[in-house]
Structures are given as structure tokens and as C-alpha cells.
């Protein structure tokens, strides 16, 4: 799609160099997984954006029963940022054997170092299972602040709507961030990371 200014075309189909905002939410990168260890975002979270969006599609695990997690990385080589969270999750068993809406201390983190869980029950590797969902991270290169994060998650088997939100708890700028499964490999999935003006 084209920017016009005035009747002038100012942008059309990359005429003009992509780097230039063209909305107020901007593709940076996808990533996809073919039975992958993890997906790793380890560039493009800068100072240019005070949001950054990632959507995660499909996310299917190579073991049964894994969650859905995700680390950050805050200026060194590993994804341990502490962070401080909370959890709560509804549940429907597909048999209608149960059924849930509860907080899930389990899946809290303290100054935690480990990943956070997005999923509240797990994932089935069956061939229809997956986990979907969004994540928001703020200002993530700040050096004054926390870096808050918001996450929704819908998984399969059980049904499942998750919702996770904290903080990573440091002042250091968060430079990258680590999408994984509990155990196992990301047999497959695609995660999308947008920056937001």
C-alpha cells in the first residue's frame, strides 16, 4: 500500500527505504520454527519503539504436555532476567470432565531467573494441539525503569485462555527475548515481533 501525501506518492511497494514508519505498528521479524530448539528474537529491540508486540501462532511441541514459556535477555549472553509475575487461567477439558477459572501461583515468578510459563496446563503434541497468543513488552530499552510485560495465551488440550503479566525487574535494557518449550523442541509455529509507535 502506498503513502500519499497531497496526491504525491511518497511510498509505494518499497520505492522508498522500508526502515521509514509507515503505520503505527511495524513488522521487524518472523521467525519459524521446523523442530527448533528455541526462537530467539536477539535484534531490532531498540529505543525506536516504546512497545513491542509478539505474536505467536501455532506453536506446536515435539514432547506431550510441555509449556509454552518465554526468557529475556538483559545485555549478557544468557536469557535470566529476573522477573516478577502473576498467573491466572481458565480451563474445558474437551470430554467436559472439568472445568476451571483460577489463579495459578505455580506459575508465578518472584525475582525468578527461569522462563515464565504462558500456559497454565500444557500442551498435547497430538497433531491438532497448539498454543497461540500475544505478548507485549514496554520500553524494553529503558535503563531507568522495570520492563513491563502483558501476555494472553489460548492452548488446546485442555481448552485453555491464559493471562500472564510482571515485570522483568532490572534496569538494564532488555536486548532480547526467548520464546521456548518446557521440554522438547518447537516442532513448529511462526512468531511475529512488531514494534508499536
Do not use: W
Not at 13 to 35: K, V, W
Not at 86 to 112: C, Q
Not at 134 to 161: C, D, E, M, R, Y
Amino acid at each position: 500500500m502506498g503513502l500519499i501525501s497531497n496526491g504525491t506518492t511518497l511510498l509505494d511497494a518499497g520505492a522508498i527505504d522500508s526502515g521509514i514508519a509507515q503505520g503505527p505498528m511495524q513488522l521487524i521479524t518472523t521467525l519459524t520454527a521446523s523442530s527448533s530448539a528455541n526462537l530467539s528474537f536477539t535484534s531490532g529491540l531498540t529505543s525506536t519503539y516504546d512497545q513491542y508486540i509478539f505474536k505467536f501462532i501455532n506453536m506446536h511441541p515435539s514432547a506431550n504436555g510441555p509449556y509454552f514459556q518465554v526468557n529475556f535477555r538483559d545485555g549478557d549472553s544468557d536469557y535470566d532476567a529476573p522477573k516478577t509475575s502473576t498467573f491466572f487461567a481458565t480451563r474445558h477439558n474437551e470430554d467436559d470432565s472439568a472445568a476451571a477459572l483460577a489463579y495459578n501461583a505455580s506459575n508465578d515468578l518472584a525475582r525468578g531467573t527461569g522462563a515464565q510459563f504462558l500456559d497454565g496446563f500444557g500442551i498435547n503434541n497430538d497433531n491438532d494441539s497448539c498454543v497461540s497468543g500475544v505478548l507485549q513488552l514496554f520500553n524494553p530499552s529503558s535503563t531507568t525503569f522495570v520492563k513491563h510485560f502483558i501476555v494472553t495465551t489460548s492452548g488446546h488440550f485442555p481448552a485453555s485462555h491464559n493471562f500472564t503479566s510482571g515485570y522483568c525487574n532490572t534496569t538494564a535494557a532488555i536486548d532480547g527475548v526467548q520464546f521456548t518449550f518446557q521440554s522438547g523442541n518447537i516442532d513448529a509455529g511462526i512468531i511475529k515481533m512488531y514494534g508499536v509507535l
